[in-house]
């Protein structure tokens, strides 16, 4: 699965460098690639799916300007992008909620628990849903890049800007909270 | 209290991650049109020329020094000509070099001094 990541990598890296010598279909081949994540990104921390979009069409609009300055082997495309989503989010959460400071915007953010809470069904999810939003945020990070994204942990490891094994760290931790804190859902019921 | 076990956590999160994917949003033709839209602006923009201050018409032209630079360069050639010119029509229109030599002729200092 790495392997197939990096190759990905690779390819979005040349197709900004095609784009940057003014290859209108490199573009079109980003876009394809790189729009749905953005916007699913975008959607989950906002969970609004027009405002959703506008960030999306600004953060593809930074990786246009940032084309010419782009310097291949320093940071993967997609994870530069997920960075620009995440902070243009925050910035949108924090027009919102003007009070708040910037880690209880962040804590609320990726994903907003309230977007689980919605698709989950029965109560076993909906326990899990709330269980994700309590998580620490680095915890919920990893946990939502793993499971919702499908990302392997090297790719993680590059977002969260740590080690493959404070990932697989991050991953148990949350795990084990996540079954600590559902147990403790059902018998908080149980006395109810 | 006992903890889920893992295998139970990881059903959960799997029913839910399924959940989530069918509900995400996909990006729309009208969306898709916007980005390209943007990018074809981007490209444009780095595609055309730099634009130089104080061009104008002789970058029309074909000339490629800015017009102060030319212009100062002409206007430099043209004293340095015109002060040549001068000085050749009558080299010391002022008389400096006689005044010199009829100031020195009476002062006592210079009288030994070859005029």
């Known amino acids: 699965m790495a392997e197939r990541q990096n190759e990905a990598a690779d390819a979005d890296a040349v197709l900004l460098s095609r784009f940057a010598r003014g290859d209108q279909a490199a573009a079109r081949a980003l876009t394809e690639r790189l729009l749905p994540g953005v916007l699913r990104q975008a959607w989950r921390m906002l969970g609004e799916r027009e405002e959703a979009e506008d960030v999306a069409q600004e953060a593809m609009l930074k990786l246009w300007r940032q084309a010419d300055d782009w310097r291949a082997g320093e940071a993967r495309v997609s994870t530069w992008l997920y960075r620009v989503t995440h902070n243009l989010c925050i910035d949108r959460l924090r027009r919102r909620r003007p009070a708040a400071d910037i880690e209880a915007v962040a804590e609320l953010s990726d994903p907003a628990p309230s977007v689980l809470a919605r698709l989950a069904g029965g109560e076993e999810t909906q326990a899990l849903a709330r269980a994700i939003g309590d998580l620490p945020d680095r915890q919920r990070r990893a946990l939502t890049l793993r499971h919702f994204e499908g990302w392997g942990n090297p790719e993680i490891a590059d977002r969260l800007d740590c080690s493959v094994e404070a990932v697989e760290s991050l991953l148990a931790r949350a795990r084990r909270t996540l079954a600590a804190r559902m147990a403790a859902q059902e018998k908080g019921q149980g006395d109810d | ?115």
């Open chain 2, 1 to 115: 209290m006992t903890d889920r076990p893992d295998h139970e956590v990881d059903a959960l999160l799997a029913a839910l991650a399924e959940a989530e994917r069918s509900a995400r949003p996909l990006p729309d033709p009208a969306l898709t049109a916007r980005v390209l839209s943007d990018a074809a602006a981007v490209g444009s923009a780095r595609a055309a020329p730099p634009r130089r201050r104080w061009t104008g018409w002789p970058a029309r032209i074909g000339l490629l020094v800015p017009l102060p630079a030319a212009a100062m360069t002409a206007a430099a050639v043209l004293l340095l000509l015109g002060v040549g010119l001068g000085y050749q029509i009558e080299p010391d229109p002022v008389g400096l070099a006689d005044g010199l030599i009829l100031a020195g002729a009476d002062d006592p200092a210079l009288a030994d001094f070859p005029l």
